[in-house]
């Protein structure tokens, strides 16, 4: 679905992403890992449109990704930060239906998706009427997930969703969110620090290190066969030594390995 050709970018002189290229396929879950300042983040941003390459260039369904195109590419698009990222003027239904109200929608098909989304994300519809203050940080972050489903994009990205969330709450939207991706068959890229937020969710996961991929694959591939011995020391840090060990107890298959993605 997407391509990025040997993009790059440097803020002020200083290289953020160094010449990067990746595949993001169709109808599956990408994770983007790796320590503070390692470009995860930027990288997201330039798929969403938000930052532009130095060089490079990135490819949707095989078309550029140009000024007059960027419109409709965001349309096709979900795109949800930390804490949800909403509009405290706004009620959570204000908020869940803005672009829905911007693009001329009518109250009855906006009414018949909030139901549907208020079921999805299993948010009682008597909290769309509150304000994000109102609300708890898990209670915001599903809002921010209707918003990003709200025009049903092909395309869902999340930056840190579940970082600043306490890890009960953080279990349980990972749960909700996995159930998600599976049901709706999105294409999603997410970023995390956390390997084991990135063995739940992940069908590949792209490593990076001061700006560049230094390993992608399955997450297995990353604990068989780590690509140098910085892979191993990352995977070492999380406090998971025996990671195969762990995944072994938790079940036959690594990706049923739910203990796992809790901090």
Known sequence: MLTLRNVTKSYSGQVVLQPTTLEIPP???TVLIGPSGCGKST????????????????????????PDSLPELRRRLGYVIQDGGLFPHLSARGNVTLMARHLGWEKERIGRRLEELCDLARLPSAWLDRYPVQLSGGQRQRVGIMRALFLDPELLLFDEPLGALDPLVRYELQEDLRRIFRSLQKTVVLVTHDLGEAQFFADT????????????????DLVDAPADPDVSRFLEAQRLPDLRGALLLAGSSPSRAPELHSP
């Open 27 to 29: 109808g599956a879950t």
């Open 205 to 220: 996961v792209v490593l990076l290190r001061a700006g560049r991929i230094v390993q992608q694959g399955k997450f297995m």
């Open 43 to 66: 990288l997201l941003r330039m798929i969403a449109g938000l930052v532009t390459p130095d060089g490079g260039e990135i490819l949707a369904d095989g078309r550029p990704v140009a």
